[in-house]
């Protein structure tokens, strides 16, 4: 019987986006395909897929492997990009389909529990440090972080030094003794199980979003650059699920718009503008105040 294998590479955030897309082939050829991939430990259990090869070792599948290849960031010189559609879309398309929203569910098959999680109560942050108009300052992560341990919950600081390349993404220390820090601690099995039995999590745009996306944590997303609808992730149908978008004062996510992605000098997908705002506004007014996330938060409270 002929197989099929998957190639794709990437961040977290955009590689967990792809577990819809192997699930649906998957169901198609009615067999287990091959994965290819530099995050070999986000599918070690994944029941989708038969065997894996580790891009970081060397290895690749097979010659004779019928291939879906998503890694097509750049295609004969065109930089591609992923500006007014969602991670999820531009894998599913690039492959000629696209999937309904009850078929949109991010998975992570999770190993058994195999450390202590905090006990009562408590709140994921992850201060993430990526493109500026997804970095949230230290001092507001530190002004939440006292607001939410004054309710007497508490605060669970996670986040991870990663290196994709010459993409290069870490996270702020919160300097703050009263809180638990896992960061670069947690695999992500453990990680999954930190958020699964959390209260809530609260991320920007970052791969803990995406993540986030495979439990059944709430989520409050701070608001960013991009428009949500291309991030937020799908559970049961809906990305209004157990999920809060708190935004800033500028509405315009003008990382979003394809117009910014050229000078009028080259064509629509050619250039590839920084990570900053496009509008050169001298602050991200597109980010929330720790008051706007804390509100939020209370929110959830409430309806518990």
């Known amino acids: ?22 699930k649906y082939v998957s169901r198609c050829h009615n067999q287990k395909l091959l994965l290819e991939t530099n995050l070999p430990h986000l599918f070690k259990n994944n029941p989708y897929i038969e065997k894996i090869y580790d891009t970081n070792i060397g ?15 750049n295609v004969n010189g065109i930089q591609k990009q992923i500006r007014k ?10 492959l000629g389909f696209t999937l309904p929203p009850e078929e949109r569910t991010l998975e992570f098959y999770p190993d058994p ?24 300052d230290l001092e507001k992560w530190e002004k939440l972080t006292e607001m939410i341990l004054s309710l007497g919950i508490k605060v669970v600081m996670d986040g991870k030094d990663v290196a994709y390349g010459d993409d290069k993404k870490s996270f702020q220390n919160i300097d703050n003794p009263n809180i638990i820090n896992t960061g670069n601690k947690l695999n ?9 039995n959390s209260f809530a999590v609260v991320t ?13 944590t709430n989520i409050i997303e701070v608001g960013s650059a991009i428009d949500p609808y ?26 979003s718009d394809m117009k910014y992605n050229t000078d009028g000098s080259c064509k629509i997908t050619d250039g590839f503008p920084m990570h900053g705002c496009y509008e050169n506004k001298p602050t991200f007014e597109c980010q929330p105040s720790p008051n706007g996330v804390f509100n939020a938060i209370l929110e959830l409270l409430s309806n518990k």
């Open 1 to 22: 019987m002929k197989k099929y294998g998957f190639k794709i590479s990437g961040c977290l955030g955009d590689i967990v986006n792809a577990t819809p897309v192997f």
């Open 85 to 94: 559609m969602s991670s999820f879309d531009y894998i599913s398309t690039s």
């Open 230 to 255: 291309y991030k937020t992730p799908w559970r049961h149908g809906t990305q209004d699920y157990k999920h809060k978008f708190v935004g800033g004062s500028c509405k315009l996510f003008c990382q």
């Open 204 to 216: 920007l745009d970052t791969g803990m979003l995406h993540f986030a996306g495979t439990t059944d």
């Open 59 to 73: 290895e690749t599948i097979p010659d004779d492997v019928l291939i879906y290849d998503c890694n097509i960031h």
């Open 113 to 136: 529990l195999d450390f202590e999680l905090p006990e009562g109560k408590y709140i994921v942050l992850n201060p993430s440090i990526t493109w500026p108009s997804r970095t949230w």
């Open 188 to 196: 992500l099995s453990q990680l999954w199980h930190l958020l699964e």
